[in-house]
């Protein structure tokens, strides 16, 4: 997920916590006071907690499943395309945690320690 995709899911996010209230933009009530009112947790944080989630899952998998296979795949040829390379599902993982992180998962409570960093990578656009 890029940050202009979490801006977006943040903006929709917010209207409709106003359509919940029952209010309008002309009332000019603050992003913060509107989530203390409907207690609903932000929609990016909760993507990358869930994310991180599943990436440990996958990672402690013993059998040879489709999921772990797909994660730990690599072409054939060792190359990827020219120019900026797309953002693989992993990297955000890599980026926090290393490239050990399939290792690093084995320890759960390593792990979750590990899952506060991740999604504070997130908050800044909150």
């Known amino acids: 997920m890029t940050k202009a995709v979490g801006q977006k899911l943040r903006v929709a996010q917010r209207a409709i916590e106003r359509k919940m209230l029952g209010l309008k933009l002309t009332d000019k009530i603050s992003c913060k006071e509107i989530r203390n009112k409907t207690q609903v947790s932000d929609i ?35 190359k990827r395309s020219r120019g900026r390379q797309a ?34 990578q997130w908050m800044d656009g909150a």
Request: proline share 1%; no cysteine.
């Open 44 to 78: 990016v944080q909760y993507i990358a907690k869930q994310k991180w989630k599943w990436a440990g899952h996958v990672a402690r998998l013993q059998d040879n499943r489709w999921t772990l296979r797909v994660t730990e795949w690599q072409p054939r040829n060792g």
């Open 87 to 120: 953002r693989r599902w992993r990297d955000d993982i890599v980026r926090t945690m290393g490239s050990t992180w399939t290792r690093e998962v084995k320890d759960r409570e390593e792990w979750r320690r590990g899952a506060e960093g991740f999604i504070l």
